[in-house]
């Protein structure tokens, strides 16, 4: 859509509208925009960082070009102009805004760092016809804090724990192995209690351990390193 709409646009038409579609972008993001979403969020508890953020989110898509057709489309005079005034304003906006989301979020501390992509992962083959399936699940929340343990979970049916990754670790999973904050929980299910599983493991609550507390009662797997053989 965006794409169709930049098909109406005469990029030699900017010359004579560029000011004012400056002075559009500067109104709409450091005016109009804040001062809406403000009053719009009052009452809703949300911090000053988080309405900050949603203020630079800026006027982005296609919804306000296409918005922008309207004028011409009602046959007024000024709805070319218009329509290239809106269109360059979102220009504007994705230039800047867009493109500073992540150095805005982290200077108002609402990011979070990546969490690593787990070094190990499971492939279900089947000869037969079965509804059991593999199903990972990401433990929501900051590695470091404990869970339950796994006897503690009370997962649907048949359901079993067969692998948890945690960062470069390979955990072979017991009954008294706690799960903790950026796991990552392979679980051998039937297809019909995913929706289930999923609500379990992605509403856990987590807590920094206690001392004395046994952590994780666990035996680590180690996987060797494969070597290829070499080429002939």
Known sequence: MFALMGLQVF???????????????????FVARPFAVWLGTLGMGIGWREKTFISWAGLR?????????YPAAAG?????????LVFFG????????GSTLGPMARLLKLSAPRRPTPQFQLELVGLTHSDHDLLVVDILGP??????????????GNAVIVLIARGDDLV??????????????TVLAHTRDHDAILHILENISLADPLPGTVVADVRRLTVPAVTPPPSR
Request: proline share 8%.
């Open 143 to 156: 590695a470091g804090p404990i869970g339950p343990t796994v006897a503690e979970l009370q997962l649907p």
């Open 61 to 69: 898509g296609s919804v306000p070009i296409v918005l922008a057709t």
């Open 76 to 84: 007024l005079g000024i709805g070319q102009e218009v329509f290239n």
């Open 90 to 97: 979102v220009l504007l906006s994705i230039a800047f805004q």
């Open 11 to 29: 990029p030699s038409q900017f010359a004579d509208i560029w000011w004012n579609g400056i002075v559009l972008f500067l109104t709409l993001t």
């Open 172 to 185: 072979v999973p017991k009954g008294s192995t706690r799960l903790r904050g950026g796991d990552q929980v």
